[in-house]
């Protein structure tokens, strides 16, 4: 069965770093897209970036030039560098994936959570000042 597992969340305090990894299994067929979201309880999940072949990327506005997403498929791994971290970053860190062509981003770039079948259990990231 396909599982998504991520790692590497933790406490860090504001302007620090974090690098989150997502590793894949059970897929049949190569994922399309892959992507990050995040979630703070009672709200929505919110895209946060999304990686897809050629290494086309697209960024929520509130991280372009702070985090990196990344994908390495011979190790079936993606990640998301994060640098510069904020307060408002502090959420439940999800990956996600997709092996349907194509993807949807909202009208800012960010990728959408109905566009992904696959999900993670989450890992917590959380910023203090």
């Known amino acids: 069965r396909v599982q998504l597992v991520e790692s590497g969340g933790g406490s860090v305090q504001a302007g620090g770093s974090l690098t989150l990894s997502c590793v894949t299994s059970?897929?049949?067929?190569?994922?399309?897209?892959m992507a990050w979201f995040r979630q703070l309880s009672g709200q929505e999940r919110e895209g946060v970036a999304l990686i897809a072949p050629s290494n086309i990327t697209r960024y929520a506005a509130s991280v372009i030039g702070r985090f990196t997403i990344s994908r390495d498929d011979t190790k079936n791994t993606m990640s998301l560098k994060m640098n510069n971290l904020k307060l408002e970053d502090t959420a439940t860190y999800y990956c996600a994936a997709d092996t349907r062509v194509g993807f949807q981003t909202t009208s800012a770039g960010a990728p959408v959570a109905h566009d992904y079948t696959n999900w993670g259990q989450g890992t917590q990231v959380t910023v203090s000042s």
């Open positions: 059970g897929f049949t067929q190569r994922p399309y897209r």
